[in-house]
């Protein structure tokens, strides 16, 4: 993909949010992640995916803007004092109920390249009346915070859009402390499914063109440095296309993967988790 592609794409992703940002704020709800309609409600992305637990927990406009596949902070296992980054952070949901997770003593900070769905965000987290949240803006493949400071990376349907995902599994692994883990939903192709099979489902910014394969996602964590990855298909979102809950875990000192011993690298861990 050309330099000049990328860019354009990235304005394309960029404009679609800002726009699903304006909806919100008009007082609409969010278009879904691969959806038609600006205000449709789809029960495979979007605030159905939460419980009436995290509804009730959050300012109405959160739960609006939510855009994902999945759920991720009900399959992070996030414990009290933890610092949690959410990458594509939206309009908040994902970072205001991390931060209610982790609790007065962690931190979940949120990541987003838009102005409105950060605006949008802030609101949201003072409304929440959760003070220990931090909004950042910047891109996802590169991460505005030092290395070796965050516990647990989330993320929820975002990771499919980025147009370098090299570069966003490397940040996620340098921002990492050793030990830290990720739980991320994200779109998963099956891997008989080429490149052009995925856009004939669907569109870049309508996380279908942009997907990994369940092979190229593990591959692309082993060759960050993780290890225990689990890829585990959660529901079908078009032909072939199912969103996954992604688990991986950066070593820490002294294990045999930082050592350098083959077989330390994780293989398929189970029957199945290989594919859907």
């Known amino acids: 993909m050309t330099d000049q592609r990328q860019i354009e794409l990235r304005e394309t992703v960029r404009a679609r949010y800002a726009q699903a940002a304006g909806i919100v704020t008009a007082g609409g709800v969010a278009q879904d992640c691969c959806g038609t309609d600006p205000i449709a409600v789809d029960q495979t992305f979007g605030a159905s995916l939460y419980g009436a637990t995290d509804h009730d927990q959050l300012p109405i406009r959160a739960a609006a803007a939510s855009l994902g596949c999945g759920n991720p902070t009900a399959v992070a296992e ?3 004092g933890e610092r949690v980054l959410d990458l594509g952070s939206g309009g908040g949901i994902d970072v205001l109920l991390a931060a209610r997770r982790v609790g007065p003593t962690g931190k979940a900070y949120g990541l987003d390249m838009t102005e409105e769905m950060l605006a949008l965000a802030l609101e949201n987290a003072a409304k929440a009346a959760v003070g220990n949240v931090e909004f950042l803006q910047g891109n996802i ?4 915070l030092p290395a070796n400071t965050i516990d647990v990376v989330i993320s929820n349907c975002v990771i499919n859009l980025s147009v370098d995902k090299p570069a966003v599994f490397a940040e996620m692994a340098r921002v990492l ?5 990720i739980g991320i939903a994200d779109v998963v192709a099956e891997d008989e499914l080429t490149p052009p099979q995925r856009a004939e489902r669907g569109d870049y910014v309508g996380c279908i063109a942009g997907a990994l394969s369940f092979t190229e996602y593990r591959n692309h964590l082993t060759t960050a440095g993780f290890t225990d990855i689990e ?5 079908q979102v078009a032909d072939g296309m199912h969103s996954a809950i992604i688990k991986a875990v950066k070593p820490g000192p002294g294990t045999a993967s930082e050592s350098g011993d083959p077989a330390a690298v994780d293989s398929c861990c189970a029957p199945g988790c290989c594919s859907p």
């Open 177 to 181: 402390t050793s030990g830290g883990r």
């Open 78 to 80: 996030l414990r009290e």
């Open 141 to 144: 493949e590169a991460i505005p």
């Open 231 to 235: 890829i585990t298909s959660t529901h």
